[in-house]
């Protein structure tokens, strides 16, 4: 890296502002400058601990301090000043800025920079945007996680650059979940160095028609109220989402665990109706189809188009040179029906007639069910 960056940031001890900075050097960022905004009085900010606070860190060092012993370019000024952030500009020729800590930003600040400033907010935004994303997150039940973005002059609004999700444990404590949302900035920046050192930076708008105002006192305890409810539903959904990630790939220590865990999820469904069987006989993953099929599976399930699993067995045996029957035998094995009809009308011997595979047809032809 040897483009020069400024880094906005607060001139006092601030945490985030003494991560991101050596954060950045670590990855071979050396050329910054890092603009420290100086500490001032905030009118209106909620000062409640709603959230007790047990966590004991190391305090950050003073943001001066810190950029003389990294040998980093650092200047204490106003991120109002566009005239003066426009000197340092003009001395450091910087096109790109990354914020890491900061007053908002204005247009004519913005404006400075040719390849924009990243953001990284600590929420999904839109739904997010502004002052308390953390609980906004489970007043509007989105998931957690930090938004990568090049800011314009609306705030948390600008070009997407990317999300990622926190990912979650069925006990975590409020505490918890606000720390590990932290450290996922910490991540989101190194994922962001990685991208810019690969190449341009893919973004899209994002859409953000209003900034969140500031939640009242009310709502941020009826938030914390409902955090065990918006806890369980997004383990319980990134737990389902891993579990169909193993049927596809054919993890079936990683699937068997899930289930196990969580039996229920056994006959959960994705976004196109499928189970965790469907999924796993749809890329011909039979370790996985036996442990699931053993777990009780239902190896009629359907999915949105009316197709069992066997229906996606065969497909998937339709694509392959050298084709082995072993996932069908299981779930004949377990009580498959060959005679279910998809809705088109169609069922498995009429798959392997429409291919023109007489070898397949042979296959199911025996095992048709008389229908009534």
Request: aromatic residues 8%; charged residues 25%; neutral net charge.
């Amino acid at each position: 890296m040897v483009d020069p960056v400024a880094v906005f940031a607060y001139a006092f001890p601030h945490r985030k502002t003494h991560d991101f900075i050596l954060e950045l050097v670590t990855a071979g960022w050396r050329n910054l400058c890092v603009i420290g905004a100086p500490w001032k009085k905030l009118e209106g900010i909620d000062g409640t601990s709603y959230i007790p606070q047990t966590l004991r860190r190391a305090p950050a060092l003073d943001t001066r301090r810190l950029c003389e012993s990294l040998n980093v370019a650092f200047v204490e000024m106003d991120h109002h000043d566009a005239e003066g952030i426009a000197a340092v500009q003009r001395k450091h020729r910087f096109e790109l800025g990354i914020i890491a800590g900061a007053r908002i930003l204005r247009r004519n600040v913005i404006g400075l920079f040719g390849e924009g400033i990243v953001n990284f907010h600590p929420g999904k935004i839109p739904e997010t945007s502004g002052l308390n994303a953390f609980f906004y997150s489970i007043q509007r039940n989105v998931p957690m996680g930090v938004t990568a973005h090049l800011i314009d002059f609306r705030v948390d609004a600008g070009r997407h650059l990317f999300f990622d999700e926190l990912v979650l444990g069925p006990d975590d404590s409020a505490e918890a979940v606000q720390e590990n949302l932290y450290q996922a900035q910490i991540l989101a920046l190194r994922r962001f160095v990685r991208l810019r050192d690969e190449g341009p930076l893919a973004t899209v708008p994002i859409d953000r028609p209003k900034k969140n105002d500031p939640m009242q006192a009310a709502e941020k305890w009826a938030a914390l109220r409902a955090f065990p409810r918006w806890r369980a539903y997004h383990y319980q959904r990134q737990q389902l989402a891993r579990l169909f990630a193993a049927c596809d790939a054919g993890d079936a220590g990683v699937a068997e665990g899930i289930v196990e865990a969580c039996p229920a999820m056994l006959e959960g469904r994705d976004d196109r109706g499928r189970t965790p069987l469907i999924a796993a006989t749809a890329r011909g993953q039979r370790e996985v189809v036996e442990r699931l099929l053993k777990k009780g599976a239902d190896p009629n399930g359907v999915d949105g188009d009316g197709r069992t699993p066997v229906m996606h067995a065969a497909e998937w045996l339709l694509q392959c040179s050298e084709p082995d029957p072993a996932v069908l035998d299981l779930l004949f094995k377990h009580g498959a029906d060959a005679g279910r009809r998809d809705c088109a009308g169609r069922n498995v011997l009429d798959y392997a007639k429409d291919a023109g595979n007489a070898r397949l047809a042979s296959y199911f032809e025996p095992r048709q069910r008389v229908e009534t």
